[in-house]
Every structure is written in C-alpha cells, then in structure tokens.
C-alpha cells in the first residue's frame, strides 16, 4: 500500500529553537497534505492543509507564523515550529492524499514526537 | 457541519470476547466513515471505509464495520480479541465532495484481558 514517512521520529529541542518536520508520499504523489497535532489520550487536531505550489489553509486558532508550511514538491512536505515552547509539545502526524487513489482515502505518517525543553 | 461521537473513551474486553466500538456521526448528507487504528508512537492505519455499495464492511485483522443510514452508524466489531488489538481507535468521517478534511472522533482505548 501508499507509504507516508515522516521524519524525524523524535525530536527534543531547546525552547526558542525552530524544528523541522518532513512528511513524505513514498510511492506516490500528494498534490495535498494535511497536519495534525495530538495530545497525550486525545484525539487528532487538524491543523493546516498543504497544497503543492501554493500557501498552506490553517485551521482558527492556529498561528501560521508560529507554525511554517511549505510544500514545494507533489512528494515532501514540512512543517517548522519555530521558536518553539515547552507547550508546543506533542505528536504531529501528517496525512497525504493519494492524488490518483480511491475516493477520500488518506495515508497517515508514522508521526513525530516533539519535546521542547 | 459534521461531526463524530465515540460513545466509550475506554473498553476493555477479554481474550477472545466480542470487540464493539460504537461510533455515530451528525451529517445533513451520509459522509464517507473510516475507522482507523493506532498503536503507541505511531501514526493512523486504516482498518476499513465504507465509501457507496455493501453496508456492511469487511477490513483488516478482522475487523468489519456496518452503516446504517437510519441510526447514523458506522459501529466496528471483531468477533474474537486478540492481544495484539490493543490500541487507540479512531472512527473518522468525510463529506462527500472534494473536501478532503477527515473530522475525528475523540477515539476509544481498548485493552485486552488475558
């Protein structure tokens, strides 16, 4: 089946550091992406869609300067925290969109655990 | 708008029982239903959908789902639990358009006894 990878797994950083979160479509391509962010026994928060060649959909409430999306290929999105805080930790999952796939089917990442110190 | 409600945040069912999660949703228009799973540390996988045709829907490890229109449905059930059914599940919906935004419900612990 379709094979979304982020990367990295898991990533501890300093508060006031900027972290970067790939999300891949392996074997094939996602013209779109979509972030989540999950806290501890919750359940998954959508965040922004991200749309190949052009400017990320952030959801209310979602700061777009704090979090940058960029997809400028149909294969590889990220997401950057930048100066990030010890409340901007969490688990991130990134889905992609199969653009020649089945109806509304997404492929979900493996997720990122980031832990800002 | 549309929404998701997993009754049961947690359940808890015996080696070789009856695995039930209840999910219904709140739609003008049937969405498309999707449950998916989670295991610690990892991201969502998809056990099945329901899409158009068969209400009743067969996915992976066992796992089946039925819609039912009337009572705004998607339950998912395993007739006999296995260990390795420990996880988060997460029953999902989406419109019927081109709308590609999964809406979650807040998702259902369940463990295994042995």
């Known amino acids: 089946g379709a094979v979304v990878s982020q990367h990295p797994s898991r990533v501890i950083c300093k508060s006031g550091t900027s972290v970067k979160i790939e999300c891949r479509s392996l074997?094939?391509?996602?013209?779109?992406m979509f972030w989540y962010r999950q806290f501890p026994k919750q359940s998954l928060m959508l965040m922004a869609t991200?749309?190949?060649?052009?400017?990320?959909?952030?959801e209310q409430g979602v700061e777009k300067d704090k979090f940058l999306i960029n997809h400028a290929s149909l294969t590889l999105s990220t997401l950057t925290v930048t100066s990030a805080h010890p409340e901007d930790s969490s688990f991130y999952i990134c889905?992609?969109?199969?653009?020649?796939?089945?109806?509304?089917?997404?492929?979900f990442g493996e997720g990122s655990r980031l832990t800002v110190l | 708008a549309q929404s998701v409600t997993q009754l049961g945040s947690h359940v808890s069912v015996s080696e070789g029982a009856l695995v039930l999660l209840r999910c219904n949703y709140s739609s003008s228009v049937p969405p498309y239903l999707f449950w998916y799973v989670q295991y610690p540390n990892q991201g969502l996988q998809l056990l099945l959908k329901?899409?158009?045709?068969?209400?009743l829907v067969k996915g992976i490890n066992g796992f089946e789902a039925e819609f039912k229109k009337s009572e705004t449905s998607f339950h998912l059930t395993k007739p006999s639990a296995h260990m390795s059914d420990a996880a988060e599940y997460f029953c999902?919906?989406?419109?019927?358009?081109?709308?590609?935004?999964?809406?979650f419900g807040a998702g259902t612990t369940v463990t295994v006894r042995a």
């Open positions: 991200s749309n190949e060649g052009s400017k990320a959909t952030y």
């Open positions: 999902a919906v989406k419109p019927r358009s081109n709308d590609y935004k999964l809406s």
């Open positions: 074997d094939f391509q996602a013209t779109t």
């Open positions: 329901y899409t158009t045709g068969a209400t």
């Open positions: 889905s992609a969109r199969n653009s020649g796939g089945a109806t509304g089917e997404l492929f």
